[in-house]
């Protein structure tokens, strides 16, 4: 019997090995045990793993999930969105990942998350794919897709739109040209761009989509995927202008306050028009219900900085925490953003959060953690939702100071550190509700500070380090008190101030910047000394059951998330939280809001 420890060329999976070595009681790394089958010091077949793989597709999932390097496991979800093979993993770590090697695929391919199908070619073991496809961002989807469809485009010597268009054709291939193109033509139907996802239902549901609306959203696609429908300008009636110019707007506030991260199902009427009026013309009757996504109208995609905080040089070295030698890793990346307009020159991005699960709170090794933050409980999120980018700016909050009260007064300048592009500070709990009820009455979509849980996980963005850019910390990726250091860590610089929210030009995996450092952020909930009693769905943990101070424990501690300028690295830990009086106004603490999905 030989057991054999399987340990990635990487630095954690090194040093998780090097502390098996040295005895430490709760280190463990991944392993095989195999029985030796000699004969007459004749080898007579493969070696038998004693302790088979997992059955089930989902259990074999959990297990490379658990024992996989980072970047094998990025690599397993973008390959789960196309046919497997060499040459796509090629195409896929040449243009998405450059960051792999040969061994991360060799972990993949090695994992048993594959298997070979009668026709030769790999698959995936059922059950597997849906899992790493869950485990990954909407917008991967969509880069896998778009660098899979260019390429096989170029091979049939077509316009990727052209590529595209025939994909959908299925009933004119021949054999061949199934055999060769029906993975990507099911990859097609899988990953499709959300505004085309139409389909046609019997809601009673009535609106209305103006004619720019429905440009936006496609409805060519519409009458390429449906022929039998008749076209918009085929049905009309006459409806007096009146009912119109009350009626559009309000379906399109309806449309736009419907801002979240699934489809939802819109009435689509026929519009002509009419020059003398709106522009926009008489209402028609109700052509039938389609579901699409106001993402596809009402948010675009955007590119960011995404950085990993690595050790330079012998990965050993990493062992024993060096004070220098550490570097960015950086990549570009994608998501989706939904901008707010405050003004003609003044706006607020957010970020799109997907659904997801993950463990909330710090594991009970982790260097400098504190016992508030147990113990680790999962938590789900059933449905997505939006996050400032950004810390509230003094700008941003300058405008909004500026708009029709809702309960209290706010002052238009109340920042230590003065600067257009810095996060306001000096503002108490209840400032910074009044602050989201003004934007949600101006508005009219909802606005609110997030929770707790909701900060947590938007914060980590799907990873489990310490930081969403690593295990370390430098004053290079952050604002805190540089002179100290984290876990034997680099030291640095102190500026002594918050700094813009753009300063240090990166973000995480979901592309929110400044998550760590420059000020604490208020939350909704109220203060717990540690998570026992928790809930487990993202929502506010709430004393009384009241989020707006208006409960008979309207005065307990609010927490805060994220460390500040003024604190040591030890504060700006993703799971580090702290509490403060709703009515303190600090220069430590900031804000950045929520769009709650209705």
């Not at 929110?512 to 909930?525: A, F, K, P, Q, T």
Request: aromatic share 10%.
């Amino acid at each position: 019997m030989v057991a054999v420890p399987v340990v990635p060329l990487e630095p954690d999976a090194l040093k998780e090995w090097a502390r098996v070595v040295v005895g430490c009681g709760d280190a463990q790394v991944p392993g095989r045990q195999f029985e030796l089958t000699l004969e007459n010091r004749q080898w007579r077949g493969p070696i038998r793993a004693v302790k088979p793989l997992p059955e089930s597709g989902e259990q074999r999932f959990w297990s490379f999930a658990e024992n996989a390097s980072p970047m094998a496991k990025e690599l397993a979800g973008l390959m789960s969105f196309g046919p497997v093979s060499p040459e796509i993993t090629n195409l896929i770590q040449s243009t998405l990942l450059p960051a792999s090697e040969p061994i991360h695929v060799a972990e993949v391919f090695l994992s048993g998350l594959l298997e070979v199908s009668e026709q030769g070619r790999y698959e995936f073991v059922s059950g597997v794919q849906e899992h790493l496809q869950q485990s990954m961002l909407d917008i991967d989807k969509r880069l896998v897709f778009r660098v899979l469809s260019d390429y096989v485009s170029k091979l049939y010597n077509q316009t990727p739109l052209e590529f595209r268009a025939f994909l959908q054709r299925h009933s004119d291939w021949s054999d061949e040209q199934w055999d060769q193109l029906g993975g990507f033509a099911e990859l097609r139907q899988r990953v499709q761009d959300k505004e085309e996802q139409l389909f046609i239902n019997s809601d009673d549901r009535q609106s209305v989509v103006s004619p720019d609306f429905q440009g936006e959203t496609g409805m060519d696609d519409i009458h390429h995927l449906f022929p039998g429908l008749p076209s918009l300008s085929d049905i009309s009636c006459d409806v007096p202008t009146d009912v119109l110019e009350s009626v559009v707007p309000t379906a399109q506030d309806e449309v736009l306050g419907a801002l979240v991260p699934e489809p939802i199902p819109v009435r689509v009427v026929t519009v002509t028009v009419l020059p003398d009026t709106l522009g926009l013309s008489t209402v028609v009757k109700p052509l039938s219900v389609i579901t699409f996504s106001p993402l596809s109208s009402l948010s675009k995609s955007f590119s960011f900085r995404l950085v990993k905080l690595e050790r330079q040089g012998n990965p050993f070295a990493r062992l024993f925490q060096q004070s220098r030698g550490w570097y960015l890793n950086p990549r570009s990346y994608e998501n989706y953003s939904y901008t707010e307009q405050l003004s003609p020159d003044l706006d607020l991005e957010l970020a799109q959060i997907p659904s997801g699960t993950f463990m909330m709170g710090s594991p009970s090794d982790e260097p400098e953690r504190y016992d508030d933050e147990s113990p680790q409980h999962k938590v789900t999120f059933a449905s997505g939702f939006w996050m400032g980018r950004y810390p509230v700016t003094q700008s941003q909050w300058r405008f909004v100071s500026g708009l029709t009260p809702v309960n209290r007064k706010l002052e238009s300048d109340p920042s230590q550190f003065k600067g257009a592009n810095r996060p306001v500070e000096q503002v108490s709990w209840y400032e910074a509700v009044e602050f989201c009820d003004r934007l949600t009455q101006h508005t009219g979509r909802t606005y609110r500070l997030p929770t707790e849980a909701e900060w947590e996980y938007a914060c980590r963005a799907k990873t489990r380090t310490v930081f969403h850019f690593g295990d370390m910390i430098t004053p290079g990726v952050a604002n805190y008190d540089g002179r100290e250091s984290y876990a034997n860590g680099p030291k640095g610089r102190y500026r002594e101030e918050t700094t813009p929210v753009t300063e240090f030009n990166l973000a995480n995996v979901f592309g929110l910047s400044d998550m760590h450092g420059n000020v604490w952020e208020w939350c909704l909930d109220h203060w717990h000394k540690n998570y026992n009693g928790a809930p487990g769905d993202g929502s506010a943990w709430i004393e009384g059951g009241s989020i707006d101070g208006q409960s008979p424990v309207k005065d307990q501690r609010r927490v805060v998330r994220g460390g500040s300028w003024y604190l040591n690295p030890r504060n700006c830990r993703s799971a580090s939280r702290y509490r403060s009086n709703p009515d303190v106004r600090s220069s430590n603490i900031g804000f950045r809001v929520v769009l709650a999905p209705r």
